[in-house]
């Protein structure tokens, strides 16, 4: 038995930080991760991204093959542009693919949640998430912008949503089970406020709330969202656990807040919401 199967997965930004109070809200971007799996009779699945902890990939394709009860080995590739440990999603998008990519290599069909919860528990399992980030991984898994609730892994809300993103990528990585869980709790009664305003669909004014509590709860500058707002920018915020930050921006309003943020360093992203989502088969491949 040899079987192949390749997915793309989005990458993903903050609308709300589940952290403090385990609700969350994100939007799918056009940056993308790809997979591909080849599962055979070997004794083990195995990971081949170098440089890369493969933990997470390799447990998401484990856990589908656990879930059609098939017993197999293989190894599991990816290629990304998305930024790693960033805030940006990486590790939503690769066990979105992981998972979507073992579905295709098996034949399989999955509702497309029951999918995103797969990648969660392995997200899970390999320790690289705080709630489960059941918020990233729907929004990475459906594109457009969802609301959730991370607790449960139930998604509250999804819509589509038109709008240029502007991503403020910094050099430095902090990976997002590193992040002060406490302080950032400190802050839910503020945090509930801002899932009100996401659920009532008022993003913008939600996501910019949303970076000013995270940036002062993580010590992380919020320079770069005043000067996008500066710029004009219809919103901006922290990205996750950062450091990257986001902006909603409208097309003849980019240059000035690209400009603004290439002075505070780090690199800048143009990209845009993606309402498609991830899809599994031939795709992109970085
Ligand atoms: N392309 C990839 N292939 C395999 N594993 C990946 C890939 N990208 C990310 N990961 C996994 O995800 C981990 C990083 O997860 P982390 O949550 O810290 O970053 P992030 O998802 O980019 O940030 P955030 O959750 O704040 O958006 C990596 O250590 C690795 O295990
Ligand atoms: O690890 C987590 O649980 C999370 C990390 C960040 O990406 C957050 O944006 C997300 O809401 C939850």
């Known amino acids: 038995m040899r079987r192949r199967g390749t997915a793309t997965a989005l990458g993903a930004a903050t609308v709300l930080n589940a952290v403090a109070n385990w609700k969350g809200s994100a939007f799918g971007v056009d ?14 699945v195995k990971g081949d991204v170098p440089g890369i902890d493969d933990r997470l990939i390799v447990r998401s394709v484990e856990r589908v093959l656990e879930r059609f009860g098939v017993v197999a080995g293989g190894v599991v590739r990816t290629w990304s542009d998305i930024p790693l440990a960033r805030g940006l999603k990486s590790s939503s998008a690769a066990a979105n693919a992981a998972v979507l990519a073992t579905l ?7 509702d497309p949640l029951e ?57 430095e990585k902090i990976f997002s089970k590193e992040t002060d869980v406490g302080r950032s709790r400190l802050l839910a009664p503020v945090a509930d406020l801002i899932f009100d305003l996401a659920l009532a669909g008022d993003y913008p004014r939600a996501m910019t ?32 656990t950062g ?28 990209t845009e919401v993606n309402n498609q989502g991830s ?6 491949r970085g």
Not at 31 to 44: F, G, H, I, Q, Y
Not at 116 to 122: E, W
Not at 243 to 269: C, M, Q, S, T
């Open 31 to 44: 940056l993308k991760t790809s997979a591909e799996v080849v599962l055979d009779e070997s004794p083990a």
């Open 279 to 284: 899809i599994r088969g031939p795709g992109w």
């Open 115 to 171: 999918a995103t919860r797969i990648g969660v528990a392995a997200a899970r399992d390999a320790g690289v998430t705080i709630t489960g980030a059941f918020d990233d991984a729907s929004a990475s898994m459906l594109g457009g912008v969802v609301v959730t609730d991370n607790r449960r892994l139930e998604l509250l809300k999804r819509e589509e949503m038109e709008s240029e993103v502007l991503l403020l990528v910094p050099e």
């Open 209 to 240: 709330l949303n970076g000013l509590v995270y940036c002062s709860a993580l010590r992380l500058p919020s320079d770069p969202i005043f000067a996008a707002l500066a710029s004009g920018a219809r919103s901006a915020s922290l990205s996750g």
């Open 243 to 270: 450091p990257a930050y986001a902006a909603l921006v409208e097309d003849e309003n980019i240059d000035d807040v690209e400009a603004a943020w290439l002075h505070l360093g780090g690199r800048v992203i143009r």
């Open 104 to 110: 295709d290599a098996l034949g399989e069909d999955l």
